[in-house]
């Protein structure tokens, strides 16, 4: 008789990347996606969404998307890379979500080894200025509030962007998991607030790929 131990498909979360099994052509697709924006700066990043059912692999295919960046390509391209799973409380409104995300980007980052002490110090630097911004807009009377400047992603991500480039980044790799969230629990038009400030950034000339 054969026990069977330590199989990999743990069925109950993603599959890790060096297991992950086919789907050549939706990875061929995204490689190719990120060499051009980051080789070409005129060649805007395209938006990718991931959609299917519960179980599908959608977590375990960012995973991989993670792993190629800074792995297999990280002699190619300097790429930034978060991964920020989303929660329904973190759809509640705009400010949550923005600080959410800028506090998963400041946390849960990923670069590889080489650009690391680089990178951390530029992270902590405007993290405090995230922070700061946050603190500010609660410490205000809701009057107030509504005519101070709120956390914004947009700015906050070309701020970011500048730095980032500064430092030898060709590119910064943004992936929004469970994004289905926002259209069961989100305040009200959260997708298309999402999709304007993406295509500000496009506009704007950053090179953030989400
Ligand atoms: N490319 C793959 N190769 C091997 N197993 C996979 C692959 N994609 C998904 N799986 C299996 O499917 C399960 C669910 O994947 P997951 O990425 O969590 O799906 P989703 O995020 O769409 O709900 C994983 O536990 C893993 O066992
Ligand atoms: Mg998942």
């Known amino acids: 008789m054969t026990k069977m131990t330590g199989n990999p498909f743990y069925a109950r979360g993603p599959v890790e990347p060096q297991y992950f099994a086919n789907r050549s052509e939706l990875l061929q697709f995204f490689v190719q996606n990120i060499e051009d924006a980051a080789q070409n700066k005129n060649t805007k ?18 995973l991989k998307f993670q792993d190629i960046i800074h792995n297999e390509k990280k002699d190619v391209i300097n790429v930034f890379s978060v991964l920020f799973p989303l929660k329904p409380s973190v759809c509640e409104s705009t400010d949550v ?16 080894v080489s650009l690391k002490d680089r990178i951390g110090d530029v992270i902590k630097e405007e993290a405090k200025i995230w922070e700061q ?42 992936m929004i998991d469970d994004i289905h969230y926002m259209l069961t629990e989100g305040w009200s038009g959260s997708l298309y607030d999402l999709r304007t400030d993406i295509q500000a950034l496009a506009t704007g000339g950053q090179n953030i790929f989400l």
């Open 45 to 62: 990043p395209d938006n990718i969404t991931i959609l299917g059912n519960w179980g599908i692999g959608k977590t375990s295919t960012l």
């Open 97 to 112: 979500f923005t600080s959410s995300l800028l506090n998963a980007i400041s946390k849960q980052y990923s670069i590889s």
């Open 133 to 174: 911004w946050k603190l500010e807009s609660i410490s205000l009377s809701p009057e107030l509030r509504r005519e101070s400047r709120n956390p914004d992603l947009v700015d906050a991500l070309t701020r970011l962007w500048g730095k980032l480039e500064k430092k030898g980044i060709d590119l910064v790799v943004i």
